[in-house]
């Protein structure tokens, strides 16, 4: 028997007031994310100055929409859990992904295939952090690592920044050579993971009136990324397409659909259409009952509960669309957590290992 070691890697998100600012300031000091020609003490200065102003309007969001209001559901390294104290300002990426963990880890073990598994979390923003999960792994007698990002589009400013800091730690640490390390790249037409998101869209239909169904558009919004990005070669917006055509071919193209891309920031060019800049013209096109599916998320978090939900509704309502609600995220749907399981199932049986270079 195998001992397998499963790290999930996301973004992470503050879990308390105090923690938007030093959350945002690791966010916008990623290179991967943020190209500044300024580096060091210059960057670090500015970055601190510009995330203290944001972090007054972002905490804001998150405690709109706070995901603990009645306590601590996130991992076992949350300063709120450990503590006993109950958060007015905490990002569901938290409770959400440790909901994820626990439900792969309790799916693998179940199939009995002759391995042993834990699944390990690797925030790349807060914590659980990078070193914490790699702390986590050496308490183990791990034979195996496989990184699964949940990221199914691969991406620079996610995926790729998650590996990269994976790998300067690894490194750091002098831990290169310590375990077998296989990669799930991406995952954009898995069909568990399309089929999981058509399920989502058909729950959230079934909430409609039947009267106005025939009606109804699919808006399938993804977090958008500078153009700039697509230039160099991300295939993220290319994989993005390939989801939501997979997923549309799987439902037959049974209604119209788009695609657009939100949470713009800064002066550069980002991804287009713009979400909320394409309602008014989905208006114009006589479209009256929208159902929007968060494409790039695999869970509930500020661009879906705050910025779709909230911001983006209140654009719609102006506008006079009847209809706008969000699709619910993947989060622990069996079927989603079925599409994580196989995909490291299919790479433990056919691996190729993950160089640390």
């Known amino acids: 028997m195998k001992r397998i070691a499963v790290v999930l890697m996301n973004l992470g998100g503050p879990n308390n007031e105090e923690a938007v600012q030093p959350f945002l300031y690791n966010l916008f000091m990623d290179d991967d994310i943020i190209k500044l020609p300024l580096k060091g003490a210059v960057r670090s200065r500015l970055i601190t100055f510009l995330t203290t102003r944001r972090a007054k309007v972002v905490s804001k969001k998150y405690a709109q929409i ?11 390294t949350c300063v709120n859990r450990i503590n006993g104290v109950v958060s007015t300002c905490c990002s569901a990426t938290n409770p959400i992904t440790e909901m994820q963990r626990r439900a792969l880890e309790k799916h693998l073990n179940a199939q009995n295939d002759g391995n042993q598994y834990q699944v390990i979390t690797a925030m790349r923003y807060w914590t659980p952090s990078t070193d914490m999960a790699i702390d986590e792994l050496l308490t183990g007698d791990f034979e195996e690592v496989v990184l699964l990002p949940l990221y199914p589009q691969f991406s620079y400013s996610t995926t790729a920044s998650s590996l990269n800091e994976w790998y300067r730690r690894i490194r750091a640490r002098g831990l290169e050579n310590r375990w077998k390390t296989l990669l799930v790249k991406d995952y954009p037409e898995h069909t568990k993971y399309l089929q999981a998101i058509s399920q989502r869209i058909d729950e959230k239909l079934a909430t409609l009136p039947p009267e106005i169904l025939d009606e109804v558009h699919l808006l399938f919004s993804a977090h958008g990324t500078p153009i700039s990005f697509k230039t160099a070669g991300d295939p993220y917006s290319d994989q993005i397409r390939q989801s939501m055509e997979a997923v549309m071919a799987l439902r037959g193209k049974d209604r119209p659909y788009w695609l657009s891309f939100q949470s713009r920031v800064g002066p550069v060019q980002w991804l287009k259409p713009n979400t909320e800049e394409f309602l008014p013209v989905l208006h114009g096109y006589g479209v009256r009952h929208i159902v929007v599916v968060p494409i790039a998320f695999v869970g509930d978090h500020i661009e879906t509960s705050m910025e779709i939900s909230i911001e983006f509704k209140e654009v719609a309502d102006h506008l006079g669309i009847d209809t706008f609600v ?29 160089s640390t270079n």
């Open 66 to 76: 706070n995901a603990c209001p009645q306590g601590c559901m996130g991992p076992k």
């Open 326 to 354: 969000c699709t619910t995220g993947l989060n622990d749907l069996p079927l989603f957590i079925e599409s994580l399981g196989d995909l490291v199932r299919e790479k433990v049986q056919s691996p190729a290992v993950v």
